[in-house]
């Protein structure tokens, strides 16, 4: 029996090698785009845990160390310092390390240590208590070429005043703390960035979703008639079930192997790609052997389940799949329904800032909705195609909808998706120069009662230094109290030259305090560029799954109902009407879901917060979708035609 199955998928031609191919193109894509989000999410879980102890926790029995820090800046690169005193005669060794910085020790990273020897004393060595003494071990650092430092100091040191807290960044000003153990907790900003990769692991499992779906099922009807055609011969339904279940996981897995290759070649790649203000170490987007293997068997597995549910009826019925089917509703999917409502509310349970859960939950009833409802739309605009039809290539258009509105929407699926991401990127990528015009600005809190003196004194040093710069004293952060906090602003004339010696010289003369200002300013612009990058990672793969899907369906398509179209051409059927009735059947569900899919993505990104639907960055975007689209709507007919003709044609098909 098993010669024969594999003659019979040998003897198939195109239909074959399509059956064949499919699968293993969507298993590698899957795969290896989903073991991209999956070494995002463990990259950044890495650096939390290797950060968390920098944001310190009360002790909660007897205090071993008191613990302190701030984020200095060089130009717009953070520099993270904690400040370390102990309280005992064996404090216990720093993360990462192993040992404890003695007073006046200043221990930095590899890419601070190298900054700190380049550069003039008064613009960043002066900042510190004394030389480097020891270089940081990469355990101790979020990313390659971070400027981190820790220093050692006296119970007494100054540095251990009272602090003006962040907003959200604890990282920014740490209030002096006396702990008895290392915190493990990340802090908001890494917790935030976590969420955010949830999120774009949900955005790209949208097409991956598509793209699966059409692996899954298009040419089920090719393959119920072979499977029909064995159990018609004898074979038992144990053998068709093993048969299959064989041939789509060999075909599934080959792909996934491919797909696990590939991204271990480029993994070089990713690393170097800056998310969160800088690259990655290899082994932190790495995902282990377990995760790959894990990965592949469920791609393997998602992609078999899903064939096999759509051929199940040719094995308990092989006589049905040569009769002619009848038109079925297409019921809302329930099962998506349970299952949006499950993935928003453990989003929002696990959240930690609420405005990535009203983004996500946008995301998810809007770009799954659509995923949901889409057969629904399109089975609608094809009963009305029918009733409205005025032409017999409308109305041919209208029923081929109207009969099979699943494996219609599987073919527009993706470019409706990537319509749908398309319309939510745009209103994430801001106007980056906004946070460009402070550049001449350096602003830092300090204590409302001694403000007046710090800007006096500032005003002599930097004089005394030879540094042209206006000092103004100016409200400080809304999320403060103005009876208790104020901001000490310096405008320097020439940036490029005195902004860091004016910052180096406030520092060393204990004068500067946490620049609120830029901790506010810099993060926001990472998060938005970063959401640029996501979306250019993402974007191709939604184009990339949208010309698949539409060209590979819309011959799938034409195969799986031949029957139908032969019978139209022995019926005096022009061939013309049926290669305009295969056009409208292409243009209109992909104008009127891409149209929805682009009106559902403004609003799904409008909740990310106050811009303009349409800028310069949105009109290039729908300009591309629309391009993508007459792309994948010029290749599908362009592939079909031929198709048509010849599938039209072929008498030796008809059963």
């Avoid at 800046?73 to 102990?86: Q, S």
């Avoid at 393997?300 to 899903?306: F, R």
């Avoid at 349970?349 to 949901?372: A, E, H, K, M």
């Avoid at 319309?423 to 801001?430: C, K, M, N, S, V």
């Amino acid at each position: 029996m098993r010669g024969l199955w594999l003659r019979l998928l040998r003897g198939g031609g195109s239909t074959a090698r399509l059956e064949i191919g499919l699968p293993m193109v969507a298993g590698g894509v899957i795969t290896f785009v989903l073991l991209l989000m999956l070494g995002l999410q463990q990259g950044l879980s890495h650096r939390a845990d290797r950060t968390a102890w920098r944001t310190p926790e009360a002790a909660a029995g007897e205090p071993t160390v008191l613990q302190a820090g701030f984020t200095d800046y060089f130009g717009e690169r953070p520099i993270t310092v904690v400040d370390l005193a102990a309280l005992t005669p064996d404090p216990p060794d720093v993360p990462g390390t192993d040992g404890f910085p003695a007073p006046g020790e200043v221990w930095a990273s590899p890419a601070l240590a190298e900054l700190i020897e380049e550069l003039p004393a008064n613009q960043l060595a002066n900042r510190f208590p004394a030389p480097v003494t020891r270089v940081l071990p990469e355990e101790t650092l979020e990313y390659p070429g971070e400027l981190f430092a820790v220093i050692g100091r006296e119970l007494d040191d100054p540095t251990f005043d009272e602090r003006a807290p962040h907003l959200w960044m604890e990282a920014m000003a740490v209030t002096p703390t006396r702990i008895d153990r290392w915190s493990t907790t990340p802090d908001l900003y890494q917790t935030v960035y976590a969420e955010m990769a949830l999120l774009a692991v949900f955005m790209t499992a949208l097409p991956l979703a598509g793209l699966g779906g059409l692996a899954s099922r298009l040419m089920a009807g090719r393959r119920q008639r072979r499977l029909a055609t064995l159990r018609l011969l004898g074979a038992s339904t144990s053998q068709l079930a093993r048969l299959t279940i064989t041939e789509l996981a060999t075909f599934a897995g080959i792909g996934a192997v491919i797909g696990a290759v590939l991204h271990l070649l480029v993994l070089p790649l990713v690393s170097r790609i800056p998310i969160k203000g800088g690259p990655w170490f290899p082994p932190d987007v790495e995902p282990g052997a377990l995760l790959t293997l894990g990965t592949m068997a469920a791609v393997v597995l998602m992609l078999t389940l899903g064939a096999l549910s759509g051929i199940l009826p040719s094995i308990r019925d092989p006589l049905g799949s040569y009769r002619r089917a009848r038109p079925s509703s297409t019921p809302l999917r329930w099962w998506s329904v349970l299952l949006m409502g499950a993935a928003v509310a453990l989003f929002w349970l696990r959240s930690s800032n609420p405005l990535v859960p009203i983004v996500f939950t946008g995301v998810v009833f809007l770009g799954w909705g659509l995923f949901s409802t889409g057969p629904l739309i399109i089975g609608g605009l094809g009963r009305l195609l029918a009733r409205r039809a005025h032409r017999p290539a409308t109305l041919l258009a209208g029923r081929f909808l109207a009969d099979s509105p699943d494996s219609a929407w599987r073919t527009v699926s993706g470019f409706s998706l990537a319509a749908f991401l398309a319309a939510t990127l745009p209103l994430g990528l801001r106007g980056v120069g906004d946070f460009e015009n402070r550049a001449d600005r350096l602003e830092a809190v300090a204590p409302a009662a001694t403000i007046e003196t710090r800007a006096a004194e500032a005003r002599a040093v930097l004089g005394a230094a030879d540094i042209q710069a206006d000092v103004e004293i100016t409200a400080a952060p809304f999320w403060l109290d103005e009876a208790e906090w104020a901001t000490l602003t310096l405008t320097v004339n020439d940036p490029e030259v005195e902004r860091e010696r004016a910052r180096t010289t406030m520092i060393e003369s204990g004068l500067w305090g946490p620049e609120m200002q830029m901790a506010e300013d810099l993060p926001t612009k990472w998060l938005v560029l970063d959401g640029v990058v996501i979306g250019v990672v993402v974007m191709p793969i939604a184009a990339l799954v949208a010309l698949a899907t539409m060209v590979i369906g819309t011959i799938a398509r034409i195969y799986d109902r031949r029957e139908a179209l032969i019978a139209l051409r022995l019926a005096g059927t022009a061939p013309g009407v049926l290669s305009s009735a295969q056009r409208y059947e292409l243009v209109l569900p992909t104008a009127l879901v891409g149209t929805i899919a682009a009106i559902a993505g403004l609003i799904s990104g409008s909740t990310s917060g106050g811009v303009s639907l349409l800028n310069a960055y949105s009109a290039g975007i729908f300009a591309g979708l629309f391009s993508i689209g007459a792309i994948a709507l010029w290749l599908a007919g362009r592939a079909s035609h031929p198709v048509l003709e010849r599938v039209s044609t072929d008498l030796t098909e008809r059963e």
